[in-house]
């Protein structure tokens, strides 16, 4: 059955009634015990064991219980039946309502079942082993009006909580009962297995999600509109200082609009109206500010992704606070739609998605400290004398400033030497002290500050690397006729010949100068993710006078270049090329 093709709802009642045909009772027996069994499996092997020799640098065998080919097959039957015990909201009589010949009820048997499919999914998104658009459920004529009914159940569900706040309704169980009312099929199948929906879908819903926000929240984009806007005074060096000073306290009023106002050195204003540009260009200096690992609050790893220093001094309130404010300044970008250059480790951003870490997850380690990886690797599987050759017990050691400290991983931990019996143990404790304790005080304050702005289920539609493209924009190839089509003009037409020889000089670049002259005109090097219609201010090109002689120059706070009237493609091509590499055309007029 080509299920991918067809309405889902069609096939609702065909598998509902496979879940209580007596029929079926011996095959779903096995068929449960044997996803209790390799759900659990999957909780202590390693993608090292996980994953034929061939597909992974491993000198070890594979010790999967099952081959690629079987988990193709076992990951698109459990595709299928999560998709539609999600999907049917209300056809199955009850969640209390037992599995033909089983002792599992229907909600336990779902709850089973996404685990076990959410974990291949994380499998297949580190190192893939099924075919292409294996996950996808919705063909395109369904996936529109998936995006209508889901941006409706999210409003529906906004406002069913907006109510039991106003009506302080305390009690769990009567809130749960209503969230569990409102949480119909689409948003069901978006908060648990997101991935059977295309990404660029789940980004416009994002979009749209937030759209819904501040439509509830009765926030005006207008800039002379009469909504409230809350007004920051900062200083050119102190963007930082001042931003957390007069901005932190608004906390998640930070959805509001934001005037910005710059001084110079002598506290004189700087010329311009904020109509979000100076915004936008205040939020990218912070940005660029805060989350620099200079400043002690970040490390990076071997690929320059940072994620919070563990150091104890991170530790300290006044460093806390930094925490909480960089999650609404990075809340605050997500919610304006404002791509910044800053990549965080993957296991950093598994945290954004409430993920714990087991050893199946110790591939998460790797974007840590490669070095420690190999190193438990080679642990976890070595032949020979564990407690003799490697002389471990369940301790670790912090190095801070010199300063050598040893920690107990369990108590008495420095009398426990690490044998081949524990050691999975071991590994376990030392990835949770590294991936979690040693941060735990950090990411709280960070993710309580990211979550006050953006909802933690708006979060869960995207795996860890869709995030970081939410975050960064995807490093795709820039569509230079798409940027042409989004693109407004002050003091030219679009069929001036300058601006015929501006377009033919940017058509001739490569995909490494046009990435720069995109984060020369705009901040970031990569495109929005739903194409250049989503740029906002849009992209424009204004008249910059007749001195050929002038460099272009551009105001990334408002995406703009300005352009003098070059009079020949190559001369156009020469100045742009000198204004991009040079770093000589920004200013913020």
């Known amino acids: 059955m080509a299920v991918k093709e067809q309405n889902p709802g069609a096939n609702v009642v065909a598998m509902r009634d496979a879940l209580t045909n ?40 594979a010790r999967n219980p099952l081959t690629m080919d079987e988990l193709v097959v076992l990951s698109g039957l459990l595709r299928n039946l999560v998709f539609f015990m999600h999907w049917d909201n209300a056809g199955m009589t009850s969640d209390l309502a037992y599995i033909t010949g089983t002792r599992m009820r229907m909600d336990q048997v779902r709850e089973l079942c996404t685990r076990l499919l959410q974990q291949l999914h994380t499998r297949d998104s580190r190192h893939r082993f099924v075919p292409e658009s294996h996950w996808l459920m919705l063909n395109e004529n369904d ?45 069901k199948v978006l908060n648990n297995i997101p991935f059977v929906i295309p990404f660029d879908v789940r980004v416009e819903i994002f979009r749209q999600f937030v759209r819904n926000d501040i439509q509830r929240l009765g926030i005006s984009r207008d800039m002379f509109a009469p909504t409230h806007r809350h007004r920051a005074t900062i200083r050119r060096g102190h963007v930082a200082e001042d931003g957390i000073v007069q901005l932190n306290g608004l906390g998640s009023n930070l959805k509001e609009p934001l005037e910005i106002m710059f001084v110079d050195q002598w ?229 001036d010949m300058a601006v015929q020889y501006f377009w033919e000089a940017l058509s001739s670049l490569d995909q490494a100068s046009l990435k720069a002259f995109l984060r020369f005109v705009t901040s970031s090097p990569n495109p929005p993710l739903l194409g250049f219609s989503e740029l906002n201010p849009k992209f424009a090109i204004r008249h910059s006078g007749d001195d050929i002689t002038r460099l272009p120059t551009a105001s990334t706070c408002v995406n703009l270049l300005k352009l003098p009237a070059y009079i020949s493609t190559a001369q156009c091509l020469e100045k742009l090329k000198y204004a991009i590499y040079s770093g000589a055309g920004f200013d913020l007029s």
């Open 22 to 61: 007596t029929a079926y009772m011996q095959d779903w027996t096995l068929f449960l015990i044997m996803c209790i069994v390799y759900g659990r499996c999957l909780m202590i092997l390693g993608d090292d064991e996980f994953y034929p020799r061939e597909s992974i640098d491993t000198s070890m065998p």
């Open 267 to 495: 506290g004189m204003p700087e010329a311009g109206i904020d109509g979000s540009g100076l915004f936008k260009e205040f939020l990218v200096s912070m940005i660029q500010e805060v989350f620099d690992t200079d400043r002690g609050l970040w490390c990076s790893n071997e690929i320059h992704e940072i994620y919070p220093n563990p150091h104890s001094y991170a530790h300290a309130s006044e460093q806390l606070i930094w925490y909480l404010f960089m999650g609404r300044i990075l809340g605050k970008a997500l919610y304006e739609g404002i791509l910044v250059d800053v990549k965080f480790a993957d296991f950093f951003l598994s945290k954004w998605l409430g993920q714990q870490s087991y050893i199946d997850d110790l591939a998460s380690l790797e974007s840590l400290d490669s070095e420690l990886y190999r190193g438990l690797i080679t642990l976890k599987n070595y032949s020979g004398n564990v407690e003799s050759d490697f002389a471990l017990n369940f301790t670790v050691a912090d190095d801070e400033f010199g300063i050598r400290t040893i920690r107990e991983l369990v108590p008495g931990g420095t009398d426990i030497p690490v044998t081949r019996e524990n050691r999975l143990s071991y590994i376990y404790l030392i990835t949770r002290y590294r991936l979690s304790t040693q941060i735990e005080d950090q990411c709280r304050a960070f993710l309580q500050g990211l979550t006050e702005l953006i909802n933690p289920r708006w979060l869960r539609l995207f795996n860890t690397e869709e995030l970081r493209v939410l975050v960064t924009g995807a490093d795709t190839p820039i569509d230079v006729e798409d940027l042409r089509r989004n693109t407004v003009y002050g003091g030219y037409h679009e069929k």
């Open 143 to 187: 996936l529109t009006s998936f995006i209508q009914a889901v941006v409706l159940e999210e409003r529906e569900l906004a406002v069913s909580q907006d109510q039991d706040r106003e009506h302080h309704r305390a009690s769990f169980s009567a809130f749960s009962q209503r969230k569990r009312d409102f949480m119909t099929p689409r948003l």
